[in-house]
């Protein structure tokens, strides 16, 4: 049998001890790690729920809105991204209940109509001049 000094076993006995305390911190650490990128995720799932925002995309043509019937879900807010695509009369949308100002939609630009539907139904929209229209149902 080979005669190990009594510094070497310290030594190796030393060695043991730490590299099985470094690998139980190391999967501490590591656990604390995913259990808070765990909590960041749900809290920001959370968040992006309550937060959740009903997009939808119209065009303002020649021949009136593209589309001309949309759907929402009550009480989760809406934003309506009006693209003008003309010079017709379509390029301005008149107030009415989802909305209280009128929106102008010029040509090549984009106007953001936000709102948040409260009721239940069927909610016309025009133009100015009432020659084109469309209907948003709140369901
Ligand atoms: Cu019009």
Request: proline share 3%.
């Amino acid at each position: 049998m080979l005669q190990l000094s009594n510094t070497y076993k310290n030594l190796v006995i030393f060695l043991c001890v730490a590299a099985i305390i470094g690998a139980a911190m190391y999967h501490a650490v590591n656990a604390s790690v995913l259990n808070n990128e765990v909590r960041v995720m749900a809290t920001s799932g959370l968040l992006q729920n309550r937060q959740s925002v009903q997009k939808i995309t119209i065009y303002a043509t020649d021949r009136g809105y593209s589309p001309n019937k949309i759907s929402l879900q009550k009480d989760v807010p809406a934003e309506l991204t009006v693209i003008g695509n003309t010079y017709s009369c379509a390029s301005n949308i008149a107030p009415n209940k989802l909305w209280s100002d009128t929106k102008i939609i010029s040509f090549g630009n984009k106007t953001e109509i936000s709102f948040t539907p409260k009721d239940l139904g069927s909610f016309q929209f025009e133009c100015t001049g009432g020659l084109f229209g469309g209907v948003i149902e709140v369901v």
